[in-house]
């Protein structure tokens, strides 16, 4: 399992061939520590309550955790990931399956760091495009992979 969690950055964003893999549900483990609660995958235009539900238990108990949500791209796949680690820091991810528009480019992850976390209670929040956490401020990470 060491052996596993020390490979856990390099196959995030690439591995020993060069070839850049970007793979977002790697990448959010890695950031969210051993012993994080996956808290699933919501998919397109499906209920995001259960996914929801997770990360804001996890966050309230100050446990480590990552999910990801599948949103609507304009010409591409695009998954939104939330990670959260054991010492409180929330980062947002966003997975572009085609960051060139349909001209075939490779993924790409670009990443916010999430300033003053909190839960989102706001009524009327749109759970299909809106995470559950809320940020006083963002910092821009930039492209984390790709």
Same mark, same amino acid.
């Given at each position: 399992?060491?052996?596993?969690?020390?490979?856990? &950055?390099?196959?995030?964003?690439?591995? =020993?061939?060069?070839?850049?893999?970007?793979?977002?549900?790697?990448?959010?483990?890695?950031?969210?520590?051993?012993?994080?609660?996956?808290?699933?995958?919501?998919?397109?235009?499906?209920?995001?309550?259960?996914?929801?539900?997770? #990360? #804001?238990?996890?966050?309230?108990?100050?446990?480590? /955790?990552?999910?990801?949500?599948?949103?609507?791209?304009?010409? @591409?796949?695009?998954?939104?990931?939330?990670?959260?680690?054991?010492?409180?820091?929330?980062? /947002?991810?966003?997975?572009?399956?085609?960051?060139?528009?349909?001209?075939?480019?490779? &993924?790409?992850?670009?990443?916010?760091?999430?300033?003053?976390?909190?839960?989102? =209670?706001?009524?009327?929040?749109?759970? @299909?495009?809106? &995470?559950?956490?809320?940020?006083?401020?963002?910092?821009?990470?930039?492209?984390?992979?790709?």
């Amino acid at each position: 399992m060491a052996v596993l969690a020390l490979l856990l &950055p390099v196959t995030a964003c690439g591995g =020993s061939s060069g070839a850049v893999s970007c793979n977002l549900e790697t990448d959010l483990a890695a950031r969210a520590g051993g012993g994080a609660t996956d808290c699933g995958h919501a998919l397109l235009n499906a209920s995001t309550a259960s996914v929801d539900a997770c #990360v #804001v238990g996890a966050f309230g108990k100050h446990t480590a /955790f990552f999910a990801q949500y599948d949103r609507m791209g304009t010409d @591409s796949k695009i998954v939104f990931g939330l990670v959260g680690d054991s010492s409180g820091k929330v980062t /947002f991810l966003l997975w572009d399956g085609d960051p060139s528009g349909g001209s075939g480019a490779p &993924p790409v992850i670009t990443g916010d760091r999430c300033e003053g976390p909190s839960i989102d =209670s706001t009524p009327g929040r749109d759970a @299909s495009t809106t &995470p559950p956490l809320a940020c006083t401020s963002t910092v821009s990470l930039g492209r984390t992979c790709g």
